[in-house]
């Protein structure tokens, strides 16, 4: 089993930028996936990007495509979610997500999940 623990959460302006981490500990793989996903208030959890761990092959939805990079550190376990020109509508929970599997992880059926982190968005 893998533990995920996020960080970097928090309530900003729009237009600017936050990055939320991710450490990654206990039964840890070095191939597969990790990723992020989220939940706004009254609607279901949604994929937000995802990275292959051993190649670094990177995928996003298209909602946030051009704005959100996701990057991985391997030394350290650790993904990472860059969040530029936030939006209102980018305020939701972010859960960072893990699975021995890219496609599955991106079906939104990863084996493990943070407990999230909080971003709001808001003037």
């Known amino acids: 089993q893998v533990q995920l623990v996020e960080s970097g959460g928090g309530l900003v302006q729009p237009g600017v930028s936050l990055r939320l981490s991710c450490a990654a500990s206990g039964r840890t793989f070095s191939s597969g996936a990790m990723g992020w996903f989220r939940q706004a208030p009254g609607k279901e959890r949604e994929f937000v990007a995802g990275?292959?761990?051993?190649?670094?092959?990177?995928y996003y939805a298209d909602s946030v495509k051009g704005r959100f990079t996701v990057s991985r550190d391997i030394p350290k376990n650790t993904v990472y979610l860059q969040m530029n020109s936030l939006k209102p509508e980018d305020t939701a929970v972010y859960y960072c997500?893990?699975?021995?599997?890219?496609?599955?992880?991106?079906?939104?059926?990863?084996?493990?999940w943070g407990q999230g982190t909080q971003v709001t968005v808001s003037s």
């Open positions: 997500a893990a699975d021995p599997s890219a496609l599955v992880l991106r079906q939104g059926r990863p084996g493990s």
């Open positions: 990275i292959t761990w051993k190649s670094g092959i990177t």
